[in-house]
């Protein structure tokens, strides 16, 4: 089946721009995960989703950040006024549910996002 | 807090030999442990894991892994590398159910294993 897509693959923005990153999950996935990989931090959790609760926003490294999901399905992770330490490869997991039974994740490709 | 330490930051192995790549860890309770592993400009593909049941788990590609609790590390092994198995490897603890909490995972800083033919 398919898996967790992401888009745009690359993304190239100038200092100070707002950016939207894109995440579809595995259908029928009701927990979706943010990660964040970069060279001197390794990978870093940002944001949690899982179905209607409250999403757990704990590991988003400042207020220019946000993410929503939508009908439980698609996921959009914003960056406002970019910094050119947001430069980073952004990863999207989901997985069947999170707490028990310990359930993989399932990551996408991530967007390479390069802020000049 | 849960960390993960990854000691190599590269392996080097020549084909045909046994590979291990290490993995200790740190967290509250029983611990879920997972193996990702991360090929060139690719997201991370998911090898292995432990839950709980035998020390010993297989996983995808003729990997697996060994659990020992009183050592805390979870170390992959392979009984003989393939050239294609030169990636980057991630090793990655999860906390145990608690009721509450988004259980995400912690990740080592990943170690680079080259497979030299």
């Known amino acids: 089946g398919a898996g967790v897509s992401q888009s745009p693959s690359n993304k190239v923005t100038e200092k100070g721009k707002d950016v939207e990153l894109r995440c579809d999950p595995i259908?029928?996935?009701?927990?979706l995960y943010w990660y964040r990989q970069s060279l001197g931090q390794g990978l870093e959790f940002l944001i949690y989703f899982q179905g209607n609760s409250a999403p757990d926003k704990s590991g988003l490294p400042s207020d220019r950040f946000s993410a929503e999901r939508t009908g439980g399905s698609v996921s959009t992770l914003t960056i406002q006024r970019t910094q050119q330490e947001d430069s980073a490869v952004y990863l999207c997991?989901?997985?069947?549910?999170?707490?028990?039974?310990?359930?993989?994740?399932?990551f996408g490709p991530g967007t390479r996002l390069t802020v000049t | 807090a849960q960390s993960v330490a990854q000691p190599e930051d590269q392996v080097n192995v020549a084909e045909g030999n046994p590979l291990t790549v290490k993995c200790t860890y740190s967290v509250s309770g029983n611990p879920y442990l997972f193996w990702y592993v991360q090929y060139p400009n690719r997201g991370l593909q998911f090898l292995l894991k432990y839950i709980t049941g035998d020390n010993l788990v297989k996983g995808s590609y003729g990997f697996e892994a060994e659990f020992n609790k009183s050592q805390t590390s979870f170390h992959l092994k392979k009984p003989s590398a393939l050239v294609s198995d030169s990636a980057l490897y991630f090793c990655a603890v999860r906390a145990p159910y608690s009721g509450a909490g988004s259980y995400q995972l912690t990740f080592g800083k990943g170690t680079k294993l080259s497979v030299i033919p």
């Open positions: 259908s029928g996935h009701t927990a």
């Open positions: 997991a989901s997985s069947v549910r999170s707490g028990t039974g310990g359930h993989e994740q399932y």
